[in-house]
């Protein structure tokens, strides 16, 4: 078979897939009709069950790779059905093949009841096409007491799930047990104790560690294979200059402002810094050549554990066999005397778009009520771990521990396997979290122990701001070209230095480029965000 015919056997296959979706959705009996139709007379407006005889909702969302749909068998899922009287019917599309079935069925206008997960549909995603997804706060407000209550404890939950349009479209979580802090500095430890080094504090310190384990063959293997830092780029090596970008958008806040981080003081400064660990052989020569992949080999290196430091979520994560070697350590001091830690002083737990319920949706009320359920404590524990009974065990003092996983199984594979772990609606109230009992060792414990080390340097972040349909037509335009250059520049001068003979033209380049108007839209949508009440 030439390589013509397989792509269109593929494509053929592909529209099959998306056309036996469709055809399963349409026989929600949705359409596109913006008119709920009259609610069941069975339906209770509180208690349960929801209704009196059994209705039918099609629930879509979308799971990694080849997850599959095991999480369906969660126990509390199973019981909600029997006491709600509200039967799921479950479609679960694979991360491999969603980007092209959302958008056959984005075109076709033809939607299931619900929506679950922020993976599944995007913030311009629901911009773009408001005109399949309800306008929620009224079912919050007539049918939901216990989001309700929630976005009362905790108003970030109505200001992260507010459109620009002033509307509720999507239902938010706030995750359980999560860290303030996201990525920290990981060393190998092994190293150091071999070298007879103190775990650095600031960045003379870790250049100082660098060289040497660049110089003294920490791994005892004979050879000059050690690299002292790698990752896809310089990720959050900038840290100690006070540059923490969690978003990813080039953004941060200072002093209740809004700045865009590589047109700042501190950027520059960094750079240099980067360069001269870079000339000295101290950062990998591949920094900005490798791919996920090539990266973990080095992590993962068979012969020998060959790097020493990175910033990673817990140390354990991607060294395979070396992990025992390294260890997180707290922020280092930068220039300026401070330390800086990545994250979010409110938690790392706060997500929207994970429940939408679409105009397709015949019977909203009974979506909402049934959407409400998902908002209690023992719930959202049950649809992030997994059910009570079979991986939570309830305590007769009131506390909740997580049992062990299965041989063979790490737990946060466990954990998605058993529950929607992630994505869907949660709230757990910060009061309940003091019951849940966390190994301090692995999975989500060990992160909120590594946690102390860095949460009171936590940045407050460039928050999760929404845009609206204008600004998404013109976000793509502006970030395609700046971010294309302010990456170039930053590799380029990482490499060959320059920084301060070409920062002028940078900075005027970038102004050509539209960067002004970029940061309008960027501080327009934080003065809408930070304006949510």
Same mark, same amino acid.
């Given at each position: ?33 913006? +008119? ?84 599944? =549909? ?30 009362? %404890?905790?108003?970030? $939950? ?22 303030? @802090? ?46 002292? =830092? ?33 047109? @700042? ?20 020569? %591949? ?26 979520? +817990? ?58 359920? =998902? ?14 009974? +079979? ?27 058993? @529950? ?11 009061? =309940? ?15 909120? %122990? ?24 013109? $976000? ?11 990456? +170039? ?45």
């Amino acid at each position: 078979m030439n390589k013509s015919t397989k792509g269109s056997v593929k494509k053929i296959a592909t529209m099959m897939l998306a056309a036996t979706l469709l055809f399963g959705l349409t026989a929600c009996g949705g359409g596109n009709d913006n +008119t709920a139709a009259k609610t069941p007379g069975s339906f209770n407006k509180e208690g349960l069950p929801i209704v009196t005889e059994p209705v039918t909702l099609k629930v879509l969302t979308m799971r990694w790779g080849n997850m599959g749909d095991t999480f369906t068998n969660n126990q509390w899922l199973k019981d909600l059905e029997k006491n709600t009287n509200v039967k799921i019917e479950w479609q679960v599309v694979s991360s491999n093949d969603w980007a092209e079935q959302k958008s056959i069925m984005l075109a076709s206008g033809t939607l299931p009841d619900i929506i679950i997960g922020n993976q599944t =549909f995007s913030d311009s995603d629901i911009v773009n096409n408001l005109s399949y997804f309800r306008p929620l706060d009224d079912y919050i407000a007539q049918y939901m007491p216990n989001l309700k209550a929630a976005m009362e %404890e905790t108003p970030e $939950l109505r200001k992260i799930s507010t459109y620009p349009d002033g509307k509720i479209y999507s239902l938010p979580t706030r995750l359980p047990a999560r860290p303030q @802090s996201k990525n920290q500095p990981v060393i190998n430890k092994a190293w150091l104790d071999k070298l007879g080094l103190k775990v650095p504090d600031t960045i003379d310190d870790l250049h100082n560690v660098l060289k040497a384990f660049k110089e003294q063959d920490p791994n005892g293997n004979g050879k000059n294979d050690e690299i002292p =830092f790698t990752e896809n780029g310089l990720g959050d090596f900038l840290t100690p200059f006070g540059i923490t970008d969690i978003n990813l958008n080039s953004m941060m806040v200072r002093d209740g402002k809004p700045l865009f981080i590589p047109t @700042s003081e501190e950027y520059k400064e960094g750079l240099k810094w980067a360069h001269q660990l870079y000339s000295e052989g101290l950062i990998d020569k %591949e920094l900005y050549t490798q791919d996920n992949s090539m990266t973990s080999a080095k992590q993962q290196n068979a012969d020998a554990a060959i790097v020493g430091f990175t910033y990673q979520w +817990t140390p354990d994560a991607v060294f395979g066999k070396w992990k025992d070697q390294y260890i997180a350590i707290p922020p280092l001091t930068g220039p300026d005397g401070k330390k800086y830690q990545p994250g979010d002083p409110s938690g790392l737990s706060y997500n929207r778009n994970e429940m939408l319920i679409t105009t397709s949706c015949k019977n909203p009320e009974i979506a909402a009520r049934w959407a409400d359920q =998902f908002y209690t404590n023992e719930a959202s524990i049950q649809n992030f771990w997994g059910a009570i009974g +079979t991986v939570i065990k309830k305590n007769d003092d009131g506390t909740y521990t997580l049992m062990d996983p299965p041989a063979g199984t790490s737990a946060d594979a466990w954990y998605w396997e058993q @529950s929607l772990r992630d994505f869907g609606p949660k709230y757990v109230s910060p009061s =309940f979290e003091k019951d849940i009992v966390l190994n301090p060792e692995t999975g989500d414990g060990l992160k909120q %122990e590594l946690d102390k080390l860095g949460n009171k340097f936590v940045t407050t972040p460039f928050p999760n701001v929404m845009y609206t349909a204008e600004e998404f037509k013109e $976000l793509p335009t502006l970030t395609t070209d700046i971010d294309s250059y302010v990456s +170039t520049m930053r590799a380029q001068w990482v490499i060959k230095g320059g920084i301060d003979d070409t920062w002028d033209i940078y900075i005027k380049k970038l102004g050509d480029m539209g960067l002004e108007q970029l940061i309008k839209i960027r501080t327009d949508a934080y003065e809408r965000y930070m304006s949510v009440k």
